[in-house]
């Protein structure tokens, strides 16, 4: 038994969606200025107030939420964008029709409910970490799985008609019903494609995918626009991953299989006579030259494979030669037809007309290239990147303002923290401090009591009137007169509490009145207060 280890880069060559059974909803999302702007729960957190937050859950209770929903975040979509951690490029077309059709009926059902077109768009498989597309190993290894069952089929008719696509990969595989660990793919091993550590996640676009018939007829067919999140097309070295062979499948006959399978198809869209010219110009002109070229001595050095991976790759590219039987539907009340190739095909398209430019699914090359031909790997490279340098500087542009608007967002975070801290502290140092003066006013005589409670007003008084004093006679003045009449007045004041009283009074009456000069002090009668002679300091 032989092993190998094979590290592996991964180019897109034409937009790829794997499907992972996830959905932008409308409550998850707003697109403004071209971009879907992907909301969690914790962007919305803080980006609503309470009251938002409140309508919306009033809305969510709703009977038919979805139409207001829609209206709740297409109203507020420029301030939430700006909360927003992830950002998708959306073709002009979609875009329309969100501004367009969001939130507003469409129609009614046969039950009198008012419709909603609720935007379907069905993300690409991504890491939830942090929303980065990745290609699941299971994906790759299920269509290297499928080139090589053509491989040991060589083009051959089903033995037995009666024989399924189990039975078939297990005749063909060499192992019997129940004998998986025979199955010499269990030696296969793939990682799933993540983006390289040195590298910024790749851009996904939302865009239709729309089927063309391979013969048009008189009439075009009506057709139902889907909208699909896709890694986008010519990105070099968008992904990496890891390959271990361990069992009789080695790494020269896998890139066999797997060029013999895909090529001709790959080759066969570029030149069909209906499709061809509704491709890409310039992409289909890259295509054509790589193949032609540095791909094709690639291949040939078994340096690398061609892959079509997932959604809407097209039923030649999933089924064998020889025993393909595609089920075709037929005409309203006529039974279904079987096959060898389909009637149409699935392509990517960023106008809803769909008339030209569009882009086939799901083709990528996949890299293991060996030092001696680092030269050509290079050279593809250099060339995709060269098709894709304004998709990837927009993109990079992107990227770069999000991670200024987290940073702001993150430095509001950090001072609210602080203030909030510095609140806390505040009032727990005000909480202290009360709990003291409780404790030092129990501990007080009465008078002591009369006395602290005047001195609390002159203070609180200072901090309202500011630069400002009050007149003669007025509040603070006549209730410094009472309370030095009461000291006078009452036996139960002792000469120590008379002196502070005097102390206080002395100490604030000039601050806060007007006019409040020896004079005027003396006629309040601390000097009898302190029980001897008139102030003259």
């Known amino acids: 038994m032989s092993m190998s280890y094979h590290p592996l880069r991964i180019t897109t060559l034409s937009p790829v969606h794997i499907g992972c059974d996830e959905d932008f909803e409308p409550s998850n999302f707003v697109?403004?200025?071209?971009?879907?702007?992907?909301?969690?729960?914790?962007?919305?957190?803080?980006?609503?107030?309470?009251?938002?937050?409140?309508?919306?859950?009033?809305?969510?209770?709703?009977?038919?939420?979805?139409?207001?929903?829609?209206?709740?975040?297409?109203?507020?979509?420029?301030?939430?964008?700006?909360?927003?951690?992830?950002?998708?490029?959306?073709?002009?077309?979609?875009?329309?029709?969100?501004?367009?059709?969001?939130?507003?009926?469409?129609?009614?059902?046969?039950?009198?409910?008012?419709?909603?077109?609720?935007?379907?768009m069905a993300r690409t498989a991504f890491n939830p970490l942090d929303g980065a597309p990745y290609l699941p190993g299971s994906s790759l290894k299920g269509s290297i799985r499928t080139a090589w069952l053509n491989q040991q089929n060589q083009g051959k008719a089903l033995i037995d008609k009666k024989e399924n696509s189990q039975q078939l990969q297990q005749r063909l595989l060499g192992y019997s019903a129940g004998k998986f660990e025979n199955d010499p793919f269990r030696s296969v091993a793939l990682a799933d494609a993540h983006v390289p550590e040195e590298q910024l996640p790749p851009p996904t676009?939302?865009?239709?995918?729309?089927?063309?018939?391979?013969?048009?007829?008189?009439?075009?067919?009506?057709?139902?626009?889907?909208?699909?999140?896709?890694?986008?097309?010519?990105?070099?070295?968008?992904?990496?991953?890891?390959?271990?062979?361990?069992?009789?499948?080695?790494?020269?006959?896998?890139?066999?299989?797997?060029?013999?399978?895909?090529?001709?198809?790959?080759?066969?869209?570029?030149?069909?006579?209906t499709f061809a010219p509704l491709l890409d110009p310039q992409w289909r002109t890259l295509i054509d030259t790589l193949l032609a070229n540095e791909l094709s001595e690639l291949i040939a050095a078994r340096q690398g494979f061609l892959l079509r991976v997932g959604k809407h790759s097209g039923a030649e590219s999933i089924t064998l030669d020889g025993v393909r039987s595609i089920k075709i539907l037929g005409a309203k009340g006529q039974p279904p037809s079987y096959r060898s190739e389909t009637t149409e095909k699935r392509f990517a398209s960023a106008t809803r007309a769909a008339a030209g430019n569009l882009l086939?699914?799901?083709?990528?090359?996949?890299?293991?290239?060996?030092?001696?031909?680092?030269?050509?790997?290079?050279?593809?490279?250099?060339?995709?990147?060269?098709?894709?340098?304004?998709?990837?500087?927009?993109?990079?542009?992107?990227?770069?303002?999000?991670?200024?608007?987290?940073?702001?967002?993150?430095?509001?975070?950090?001072?609210?923290?602080?203030?909030?801290?510095?609140?806390q502290e505040k009032e727990q140092a005000q909480a202290e401090a009360a709990a003291a003066r409780e404790q030092a006013l129990a501990a007080m005589t009465p008078n002591q009591r009369l006395i602290e409670e005047f001195r609390d007003y002159c203070q609180k008084r200072a901090e309202q009137l500011g630069k400002k004093q009050e007149a003669l006679n007025a509040t603070i003045h006549n209730k410094a007169h009472q309370l030095v009449k009461q000291a006078l007045a009452e036996t139960n004041w002792t000469s120590e509490e008379k002196n502070t009283l005097t102390d206080v009074v002395t100490e604030w009456l000039p601050r806060l009145v007007r006019q409040m000069d020896k004079k005027q002090l003396n006629k309040l009668g601390l000097a009898a207060l302190r029980g001897n002679q008139p102030i003259n300091h």
């Open 360 to 423: 086939p699914f799901g083709w990528i090359w996949v890299s293991g290239c060996d030092d001696a031909h680092q030269y050509l790997a290079v050279t593809v490279q250099q060339q995709i990147a060269q098709h894709a340098a304004p998709i990837l500087e927009a993109h990079a542009e992107r990227l770069a303002a999000a991670d200024a608007r987290a940073e702001v967002r993150r430095e509001a975070q950090r001072r609210q923290a602080e203030e909030a801290a510095a609140r």
């Open 205 to 273: 676009r939302i865009l239709y995918a729309v089927s063309k018939k391979k013969k048009p007829g008189k009439y075009p067919p009506s057709e139902l626009k889907v909208f699909l999140e896709t890694v986008r097309e010519t990105l070099p070295d968008a992904f990496s991953s890891e390959l271990r062979l361990t069992g009789e499948i080695n790494w020269n006959a896998l890139c066999d299989a797997c060029n013999t399978f895909y090529r001709p198809q790959l080759e066969n869209e570029l030149q069909h006579a």
């Open 31 to 120: 697109i403004d200025d071209g971009l879907l702007h992907a909301l969690d729960p914790a962007d919305l957190a803080a980006a609503l107030d309470s009251n938002d937050k409140l309508k919306l859950q009033h809305l969510a209770d709703e009977r038919n939420p979805i139409g207001a929903i829609q209206h709740f975040f297409k109203q507020r979509r420029a301030h939430l964008a700006k909360f927003a951690r992830q950002q998708i490029d959306v073709v002009p077309d979609i875009a329309r029709e969100y501004e367009e059709k969001a939130g507003v009926p469409q129609q009614r059902s046969h039950d009198g409910r008012v419709v909603y077109n609720l935007f379907p």
